[in-house]
């Protein structure tokens, strides 16, 4: 709407008048967690009530994300110099209570960054390790890529043996012969790098399409450009150097001989074992975290994950603890009664969805060791939670609804513990009536729960404290529903039951258990799927550069295959000897890929999970694989020996 301006948005409930418009590509200063909207900060206690109040001095959010721009004459530390000293003085004059040795302590130091890419988001955390994988692998099929050009030009020149011998005998220099199989080459070179371009012009409106912000530019096209052109040289000059030491007489002859001699073939030898085992090490990289993302999927959760959906319910922001626990009970009760409901609860943070509070746990009588990690988890929580999530106790009671409800809310808390809290505190011990405090809360134990997968999928035995949730420490609501029916058939009838109880609530479609694993292992499915994909690449490229020093091969032994075929020899033995020779590179190319696979492990071993080195199903797989792939590349060439004349190969001698 170009008339925009001047017109009014509600948000909360309040009116704001939209005065501007954002370009389209500016979604805000965190990479991955795009601002749709931009409000004066005073306007905080209305947009988010809950952390507007904390903008008074005293407050608990009192950080800010503060963005400057250095003059032209002032670098970043002496910037940073002089905030220190600032915020040292306004440090004086808002608590003078504290000593001037201590200020540094209390205060922090300001840390500037350069602001260029944005400020740190979780998003980008999670971003970085995946780009850096990709690339790793792109370096590597940019490996794959070269040595099997070279092999193919090689292959490709030994046919060209009387014509270069021929520009040879006519006064053609070594050096006139390398810049025109130099040039002929970079031809090559340009029509590759230009299709590459368009490939990924293509695949950057695909990313567009979904959602990305992404787009060609300068330096990705310069870039692309420089990577071709050095590629380009380097995969060029040895084949050309290696074509220029051609023996004339036998080549003017057309008699059997390499290019470079037995130099030449040692060197397309030793390319091809290099495609070889790069693919190995990256078929194999894939199996890894194939199986990976299968013992995620494949985990013990600690609860009973069939017949249950979790929907999240967000409300507005002018909800207080009172209205919000008095809305969560009727809520709750309102979802038992829905038809397909056998069991509903709450919970301030999904099953592996995050939203956990964490902070040191401290146990009278226990004594730390030091350095010893005391942070625990808390979930809050309502009545019924262990019976609809079905998570099993091992000692006492759970929270009810007197817990979770409790007015006023009692001096003492109730909880219940995992088995490693119950563990780690109080060992062999019965924890049930002992306590422990966090937050300057203290709770009593009435219950210990078995250890469950409840943050992520990979945590071993974190330290949980369920708490009883009033109302009082999130915005959101998780509710946890086991069903009789299809979540569809529940998502209308929830829909209509919240807007009843609260016009302005909103609801996220329901999720299954199988989603939120799904979703939980979404890092590790893109980086499968990414790796697989350039595999695949390496794969099919390696298969070329097999079938090139085949048929290369097949060219130079003519003559010898003539003879045998002359003497009788059948059409299988001539396959047989071929293939052969392809397979005993295969062979060595693997053992030297298992050996580069094991070692990558130990690189990409916090991305793999329940996954050895020596992981038999994936080393054997990787194996085989490369087997059937070399099989179909060695198999044309081999056919192809076997449709030598040889009364035209000994006649051609």
């Keep these: 709407d170009r008339a925009v301006l001047g017109k009014a948005v509600l948000i909360e409930n309040v009116s704001f008048e ?68 600032l915020s040292q003085q306004q440090m004086a004059t ?22 260029a890419r944005g400020f740190e988001s979780d998003a980008r955390r999670k971003a970085g390790p995946l780009l850096g994988t990709l690339l790793a692998v792109v370096v590597l099929v940019q490996i794959i890529a ?51 371009l368009l490939l990924v012009c293509w ?36 084949p050309a150097w290696l074509s220029s030491r051609v023996d004339l007489i036998s080549a003017l002859k057309n008699q059997a001989g390499g290019l470079g001699g037995s130099s030449g073939q040692g060197l397309l030898k030793a390319m091809v074992i290099v495609q070889l085992a790069v693919s190995c090490c990256l078929v194999a ?93 808390y979930v809050f929580i309502g009545p019924d939670f262990f019976e609809t999530v079905g998570l099993p106790l091992v000692r006492g009671r759970a929270l009810d609804w007197s817990d979770v409800f409790a007015e006023p809310r009692p001096a003492v808390e109730k909880a219940v513990i995992n088995e490693a809290v119950a563990r780690r505190f109080f060992g062999e011990a019965d924890p049930v009536g002992r306590r422990f405090s966090w937050g300057g809360t203290e709770h009593e134990i009435v219950g210990v729960a078995r250890n469950a997968k409840y943050r992520d999928l990979r945590e071993e ?49 329901p999720q299954t258990i199988a989603d939120v694993v799904s979703q939980a292992t979404q890092e590790e499915r893109m980086v499968a799927t990414g790796v697989g994909a350039f595999s695949g690449l390496a794969l099919l490229l390696t298969a070329l550069g097999l079938y090139g020093l085949l048929a290369y091969n097949v060219a130079q032994r003519t003559k010898e295959i003539g003879v045998r075929m002359a003497l009788g020899g059948r059409a ?7 293939v052969k020779q392809g397979l005993r590179l295969v062979f060595f190319g693997w053992l030297v890929g298992v050996v580069a696979a094991m070692a990558l492990v130990r690189v990409i071993a916090s991305r793999l999970y329940g996954v050895s080195a020596m992981d038999p199903v994936t080393l054997l797989g990787t194996g085989g694989l490369l087997g059937v792939v070399a099989l179909l590349a060695c198999w044309l060439p081999a056919w192809r020996a076997t449709k030598v004349d040889p009364v035209v190969a000994l006649r051609a001698e």
């Design 18 to 85: 939209i005065v501007g418009v954002a370009p389209p590509r500016f979604s805000g200063v965190k990479i991955g967690e795009p601002d749709q909207m931009w409000t004066p900060l005073h306007m905080l206690p209305i947009v988010n009530p809950r952390i507007g109040g904390n903008l008074r001095p005293g407050g608990w959010g009192n950080g800010f994300l503060v963005i400057g721009r250095l003059r032209p004459e002032v670098s970043l530390r002496q910037a940073e110099a002089e905030l220190d000293v």
């Design 94 to 115: 808002l608590r003078p209570e504290v000593a001037p040795a201590d200020r540094a302590r209390v205060l922090g130091r300001i840390g500037l960054v350069p602001g």
């Design 146 to 196: 070269c040595a099997n050009v070279a092999s193919l030009s090689l292959a490709r020149l030994a046919g060209r043996r009387r014509e270069l011998a021929a520009r040879i005998a006519l006064g053609a220099g070594r050096g006139r012969l390398v810049r025109q199989l130099l040039t002929e080459s970079l031809l090559w070179v340009f029509g590759g790098g230009l299709a590459g």
């Design 203 to 238: 695949g950057l409106v695909a990313a567009r399409a979904q959602g990305l912000d992404a787009g060609p530019d300068a330096m990705m096209l310069f870039f692309a450009t420089g990577i071709s052109v050095v590629t380009g040289v380097i995969v060029a000059v040895v």
């Design 285 to 377: 990289g894939t199996g890894y975290l194939v199986r990976t993302v299968q013992n995620l999927h494949q985990v013990d959760l600690g609860f009973r994950a069939e017949s249950m959906v979790v929907v999240k319910v967000s409300l507005p922001g002018d909800y207080d603890a009172k209205r919000q626990g008095q809305l969560a009970r009727e809520l709750l009760r309102a979802t038992n009664e829905l038809p397909g409901v056998s069991r509903a609860t709450f919970s301030t943070a999904g099953l592996l969805g995050g939203g956990i509070s964490q902070g040191p746990m401290e146990v009278p009588g226990y004594v730390p060791q030091p350095g010893e990690d005391l942070t625990g988890h």
């Design 461 to 509: 035995s974190a330290l949980v404290c369920y708490l009883p949730d009033g109302g009082i420490y999130s915005p959101n609501i998780s509710l946890q529903i086991r069903m009789a029916g299809r979540p569809q058939v529940l998502m209308s009838s929830l829909a209509a039951l919240v807007k009843r109880l609260e016009p302005n609530a909103g609801v996220q479609p």
């Design 572 to 578: 299988g033995n001539i396959v047989a000897l071929i």
